[in-house]
């Protein structure tokens, strides 16, 4: 069974430092994804980075960067110069190779981040 | 960017009657749809996979008498959550997911959020 763990429940961080979250993961199957998203308390699921199993390069999106370390099963999203807005939830996500063809995402349990100014 | 719309945003409801909840995809045909409930400060939990034109695909431990899925067309689901009860009340997500393939594989709606008195 597939299993992701997210070990920091919450995370302060002074404005315009960078900010380590970590996710650690647990699959038996050569073909997965892994996947970030940010929660504000409105609640929608923002979507912020991705990272193939096969990819060679850790995925960035402007300030969002995954440290994809594939033998350690991590995952760990790098935030730099945080700002006022990064304060949220954040969940890791892994998708296994579609069994059926459903892309089906399992959650970690989410890290609240707060920055302070 | 492909857009999935959740209506209501939000509902109270007595205990004991049933409600439905929307999703659409508003600029692409989905032929999965994902449906998430997701308590107080926790994770994202799958509650079930929707197919347009066959019966929806329930999570473990997720009474499918009481959580009906119906995807009627390719660009509608719904959830009605039948006789429901104070402990039903949660925040409920749904995600759409377009037939091709690509990491931004699932598209979240905004949530309802269901209160049950």
């Known amino acids: 069974a597939q299993k992701i763990t997210q070990t920091q429940p919450g995370m302060f961080v002074q404005e315009k430092e960078a900010v380590t979250l970590d996710c650690t993961y647990d699959t038996s199957d050569p073909s997965y994804g892994l996947f970030w998203y940010k929660q504000p308390s409105s609640g929608e699921m923002i979507f912020l980075i991705y990272q193939g199993s096969y990819d060679q390069q850790n995925a960035t999106e402007g300030r969002y960067s995954l440290n994809f370390q594939k033998a350690r099963k991590s995952a760990n999203l790098v935030i730099s110069a945080s700002q006022l807005g990064d304060s949220a939830m954040y969940f890791c996500a892994m998708r296994e190779a579609p069994i059926g063809g459903y892309n089906k995402l399992i959650f970690g349990a989410g890290t609240r981040l707060a920055v302070h100014p | 960017g492909a857009v999935v719309s959740q209506h209501p945003s939000w509902v109270i409801c007595k205990s004991g009657t049933s409600v439905k909840i929307e999703c659409r995809s508003l600029?692409?045909?989905?032929?999965?749809m994902f449906w998430y409930r997701q308590f107080p400060k926790q994770s994202l939990m799958l509650m079930a996979t929707s197919n347009e034109g066959s019966k929806a695909t329930y999570e473990q431990g997720v009474e499918k008498d009481k959580f009906l899925i119906n995807h009627a067309s390719l660009t509608l689901s719904t959830l009605t959550v039948t006789s429901a009860h104070p402990e039903d009340s949660s925040f409920y997500i749904c995600?759409?997911?377009?037939?091709?393939?690509?990491?931004?594989?699932?598209?979240f709606g905004p949530g309802t959020r269901l209160t049950v008195t």
């Open positions: 995600s759409a997911s377009p037939p091709t393939s690509g990491p931004y594989e699932q598209y």
């Open positions: 600029d692409f045909q989905a032929t999965t």
